[in-house]
């Protein structure tokens, strides 16, 4: 069964601050993504990372897929109190040949003004 | 308005009471699934399916029944509920048949089991 561990759980930080949330397996994604969730609402996908070593930005937040296409990062500049919510990654499996999608377990993200 | 629509919202039960969450997606996607949320867990996968009459399991199956008779509809039935199954419950669906395009999620149902 492939794992998709995420880290830290649960993040309290100033606004302004750097922060930086990882999501590691020792199995190998075809694809991953990573996606925003607040309370009472789906979560809602930020970005899709497909080729290892890619890295994308979507203004603060910066995505990375690692080269082996095992482990993925969430890095947010300057955070803001709009950025709080919970932070989830999910990945396909490597062969990329059936619908499993297995998501890690979350990052709780407060942002304090 | 694009969107995955579940029903009921919050739903209280007894144990052993079968129970239908409906969802519908009006997007036409081909792919849809079914999570449960749970604290320190993240979403787990119960069941998905790839087109009409196609279905499979997730990563926890047990306890959940699924039909897709119908693109643009994919209930979840607990034909005997228990305790354990108390959880909050999302319908997804997704343009691409293997679902690794966008997951577009509906706003969830949470279910209680006494």
């Known amino acids: 069964t492939q794992l998709l561990e995420q880290s830290p759980q649960f993040l309290s930080i100033q606004e302004g601050e750097n922060l930086t949330v990882y999501c590691n397996s020792s199995s190998v994604f075809s694809s991953l993504q990573w996606y925003r969730q607040e309370p009472g609402e789906g979560p809602v996908l930020l970005v899709t990372?497909?080729?290892?070593?890619e890295v994308k930005k979507l203004k603060r937040l910066t995505f990375q897929f690692g080269d082996a296409r095992k482990d993925s990062s969430l890095h947010i500049t300057a955070a803001q109190p709009g950025d709080t919510g919970l932070y989830l990654c999910a990945g396909t499996d490597g062969s990329g040949n059936t619908g499993k999608l297995i998501f890690g377990q979350g990052t709780t993200l407060q942002v304090k003004p | 308005e694009a969107q995955v629509t579940q029903n009921p919202r919050y739903l209280i039960t007894v144990t052993g009471k079968k129970l239908t969450v409906t969802c519908s997606q009006n997007m036409n996607h081909e792919y849809m699934s079914w999570y449960r949320q749970d604290p320190g867990l993240g979403l787990r996968q119960i069941y998905y399916s790839m087109n009409v009459e196609v279905t499979d399991k997730g990563d926890v199956p047990e306890g959940y029944k699924v039909s897709r008779k119908e693109k643009r509809n994919f209930p979840l039935i607990l034909e005997s509920p228990s305790p354990n199954q108390t959880s909050l419950y999302f319908c997804?669906?997704?343009?691409?048949?293997?679902?690794?395009?966008?997951?577009?999620f509906g706003e969830g149902s949470r279910l209680t089991v006494l």
């Open positions: 990372v497909v080729t290892g070593g």
């Open positions: 997804a669906s997704s343009l691409w048949a293997r679902g690794t395009g966008e997951l577009f």
